[in-house]
């Protein structure tokens, strides 16, 4: 397949998540839904990975743990943590900062060929991202100062969930040049299910499986089977195979399949404060990147 179509679907599905996650953590605690989303996903990738296992170095292998604990056992646990607490429209906007950030990292880090205006770009991006962290504290008073405080707090839970891709993303990015796609995916999920299970036991003191309904359901069958092993799968292709830099261009994707769920299923709209600070988000990303008159999607022809 072709790593620009895989990152397409990939974050098509991943936009759609944030709305979906938000319905079913309603109904499941967020530890437990983490714990079976990626052993389960684990186990469908452990098939394929059986019969073709590559000895690893000791390197190798803490490579693929970092990487993991950094886009698993960070990204998720955070980012599930978030969603109760602000809009679910909210995690797609502050995940599209990550351009900004990969591309610094990506330069100084992995050694890519530098562009001109990031700086400027990555000032205006992060002001956008700002004026939506901490909308919550300017807007009227129609929610209380409590509710204001919880909405902060998720916004800031969906920062550290960003960098948590981040690392991921650039972690992985080495070792793919040594390890099996599929193998370093079954070891990620592996270790993000391990780091998941002692916090999930102490949710079942509280919670049984007994009050499962559909939003749970529907909530761990596409965490499952979409959102994790469908799209980790994809998404770790495509890096493998294109400039870390050009991996949260797709990104642009996800905010317009977010409001698009989170409206039917939460109820959820996009207010001056969403739209303000995603205009600028995009804005920054477009002009740090040079890419007005180039986009990578011209790599489908290929």
């Not at 991202?129 to 919550?136: E, K, M, Q, W």
């Not at 990620?188 to 559909?214: I, V």
């Amino acid at each position: 397949m072709n790593p620009v179509v895989a990152l397409i679907i990939t974050n098509l599905i991943w936009g759609a998540a944030s709305p979906i996650f938000k319905l079913a953590l309603e109904n499941i605690p967020p530890f437990t839904l983490a714990f079976i989303r990626f052993f389960f996903a684990g186990t469908l990738y452990l098939l394929f990975v059986i019969k073709k296992w590559k000895a690893l170095t000791k390197k190798q292998f803490l490579y693929i743990c970092l990487g993991a604990f950094f886009g698993i056992t960070i990204n998720i646990s955070f980012y599930f943590l978030a969603l109760p607490k602000t809009n679910s429209i909210n995690a797609p906007i502050i995940a599209s900062a990550q351009p900004i950030f990969l591309y610094l990292i990506s330069i100084f880090y992995l050694k890519e060929h530098q562009h001109k205006n990031v700086l400027y770009g990555m000032i205006v991006s992060f002001i956008g991202v700002l004026i939506i962290i901490f909308s919550p504290i300017v807007m009227n008073g129609s929610i209380s100062i409590e509710q204001k405080n919880t909405e902060l707090i998720g916004n800031l839970f969906l920062v550290v969930a960003t960098l948590g891709a981040i690392g991921q993303a650039i972690t992985h990015k080495k070792i793919l040049k040594e390890v099996g796609v599929l193998q370093v995916i079954f070891i990620s999920f592996l270790f993000g299910a391990l780091s998941f299970f002692p916090l999930a036991m102490l949710e079942l003191r509280t919670w049984s499986f007994a009050l499962l309904d559909w939003r749970g359901w529907f909530g761990i069958l596409f965490g499952v089977i979409l959102s994790s092993a469908l799209a980790y799968g994809l998404f770790i292709y495509g890096i493998s195979k294109i400039d870390a830099q050009e991996i949260g261009l797709f990104s642009y994707i996800d905010p317009v399949i977010a409001v698009l769920l989170a409206i039917p299923l939460l109820g959820e709209y996009p207010n001056i404060f969403f739209f303000i600070g995603s205009f600028l988000v995009f804005a920054g990303i477009f002009f740090a990147e040079e890419r007005l008159n180039w986009h990578p999607f011209h790599r489908i022809k290929r």
